[in-house]
Every structure is written in C-alpha cells, then in structure tokens.
C-alpha cells in the first residue's frame, strides 16, 4: 500500500523531470572535463537524445533504471499498486526505446546507453573512463571503414 495520499504522490511525480537529471548532469561535466563538446536534447535526431557528439555520430542516453526497466537492476522494481498502469508505461517505453535506437542505426548514428545505477558512486569512474574508451573506438572505427570521414572535425 502506498504511504502517501494521492495528491502528495502525484506532486512528488510531477516534480521529476526528464532533463537535466543528477545523472545527466554526472555524465555532461565528466564529458566536458575531457573535453568532449557536445549538444543537448538533439529534436532533429529520434529520441531526442540526451547528449549528442557529432564528432563521434554518437548519441547518449543516461536512463533511469525506473523509467526505462533496467532488467536485473536492483533499483527497478514495479510500484505495488496500479501494477497494469505501470507495467504498461514501462514496456511502452522500452519498445519506444528500442525503436529510436534502430530508427539512428538507420541514419548511421551510434547510440551508448548508461543506465542510473552504473552512475553510483562506486563504479562511476569505471562507467564513465568505459563511455571515453567506446567514443575513441567508435572515432577511429569510423575514419578507418569511411575516408570520407577522416577530413571532418
């Protein structure tokens, strides 16, 4: 059974927000720190991806493990009540996912997910030094499969 009335749950929902989250912010100032620059909340791009590296044709999404259903994440777990109402957000949204993720590959984006539990303190620089070894790979990948690419900056 839920502790909190109604209207103190819904006030408590409402003020999540989809941008500019602890992760989020976790995420963009390591990057900028390594000088990484990027553009935020891409709308031209499917999802409207969270962070987005041209240089890399790399878009990144920091997930809530909650929100998106991180399977086998301790910190995702259905809410008791209204169990439907929830299971079906959840799943809408992984499908949702899924989709924008396949819809970039289309284009020829690279997509990295990290997820909110991979942003805890005790294996955030291990996450975070993974995330700057992936965008160098995926760098020097591209340039070697498209000369094309390699006069870009």
């Known amino acids: 059974m839920d502790t909190m ?30 000088g990484f620059r990027y553009r935020l909340n891409h709308r031209g791009l499917p999802g409207h991806p969270d962070i987005v590296l041209r240089k890399y044709r790399t878009c990144i999404f920091v997930n809530g493990c909650f929100w998106h259903g991180h399977e086998g994440c301790r910190y995702f777990r259905l809410p008791k009540t209204n169990v439907d109402f929830w299971r079906t957000k959840i799943e809408r949204n992984r499908a949702r996912d899924l989709r924008d993720h396949d819809a970039l590959a289309r284009l020829g984006w690279h997509t990295v997910v990290i997820w909110e539990c991979s942003l805890r303190p005790s294996v955030r620089q291990q996450t975070l030094e993974s995330l700057e070894q992936t965008l160098y790979h995926i760098f020097l990948k591209d340039r070697e499969v498209n000369p094309a690419l390699r006069s870009l900056h």
């Open 5 to 34: 009335s109604p209207q103190q749950r819904h006030t408590n929902m409402a003020a999540i927000h989809s941008s500019d989250t602890r992760p989020e912010m976790i995420v963009r100032r390591w990057l900028h720190s390594r």
